[in-house]
């Protein structure tokens, strides 16, 4: 497990390329048949990638759970959310297993000891996108497929930001602690997320950006909003955005991302608006 540590946003000003991405940048999170996990003191959000070929793998290994967590289980005081980000595949919560094909979701409710994930065909094999949420009590672990989803069509052609917003963990869906979820599907000739862009003081968000095209990149836009940064991203790359920071992305072709945010509250207009024109 990689640990990140809280950073402060002054220092962040003075950062190189290669600070930006050791602190904020989540790349190769996908190996095959192992478990790849980043911890963020950042709200304490946790990210797995898991890419089961060969074997099934659970939710624990290469972790040491009571090192990093100080409890019995992973999930023993946590929430979690997974996507599957490739072929179809299976997750299997104490003995109930769920089939997920691609964008589909399977929200985990807390408590749940024994997580097992595999896929259907070693050929073409499933790619779970996890994030975990510290919870104070259970709800129900349940499937979302891409078609249950909350869609929310914004944006325009002429802006260049035409897209649905699929909300898959979130109020108007399904009960959780503070774990919300959901995926953003860019049209073809629309390239902008999350603009005019926005923070919000109290919850902090995890980018994941896939369906990029070959040779193609996305470059997220980060950092306070008269300081903005940006880190070039690749194919299933994902990225911390504390608080403080604003998470927009511009890429060189339409794309599709998942956003997971965790904090104070699930207030979805509980954001800080900056104006286009006000950005630095």
């Not at 304490?44 to 898991?50: A, E, F, Q, S």
């Not at 944006?155 to 260049?160: C, I, L, N, T």
């Not at 995926?183 to 005019?196: A, D, F, I, R, Y």
């Not at 911390?240 to 104070?264: D, L, Q, R, V």
Request: one cysteine or more; charged letters at 25%; hydrophobic letters at 35%.
């Amino acid at each position: 497990m990689d640990i990140r540590y809280s950073v402060n946003p002054e220092d962040v000003k003075r950062y190189t390329t290669e600070e930006l991405r050791k602190e904020f940048l989540m790349d190769n999170l996908y190996a095959e048949d192992e478990v790849h996990a980043v911890y963020s003191h950042v709200d304490r959000m946790v990210t797995l990638g898991i890419l089961p070929v060969k074997k099934a793998l659970s939710i624990d290994d290469g972790i040491d759970v009571w090192a990093n967590f100080g409890t019995h289980f992973f999930l023993e005081r946590r929430e979690a959310g997974v996507f599957n980000l490739g072929g179809k595949g299976s997750i299997k919560v104490d003995g109930q297993e769920y089939k997920l094909g691609f964008e589909d979701c399977l929200y985990i409710t807390k408590g749940a000891k024994e997580v097992i994930f595999a896929s259907d065909n070693e050929n073409e094999p499933a790619r779970f996108y996890l994030v975990s949420a510290p919870a104070h009590t259970s709800y129900e672990t349940k499937l979302l497929t891409i078609a249950d989803a909350n869609k929310r069509p914004c944006g325009e052609a002429a802006m260049s930001n035409k897209r649905t917003i699929n909300q898959f963990i979130h109020p108007d869906v399904i009960k959780t602690c503070q774990l919300s979820m959901g995926l953003t599907q860019l049209e073809e000739g629309s390239v902008w997320n999350t603009m005019p862009a926005h923070t919000h003081e109290r919850r902090m968000e995890i980018y994941t950006y896939f369906n990029i095209p070959e040779n193609n990149v996305v470059f997220h836009m980060m950092g306070q909003g008269n300081e903005t940064r940006h880190i070039v991203m690749n194919n299933f790359d994902a990225v911390i955005s504390p608080s403080w920071s604003i998470h927009s992305g511009c890429g060189t072709s339409n794309y599709t991302f998942i956003w997971a945010m965790g904090g104070e509250n699930m207030e979805f207009d509980d954001m800080d608006v900056i104006k286009t024109t006000d950005l630095r």
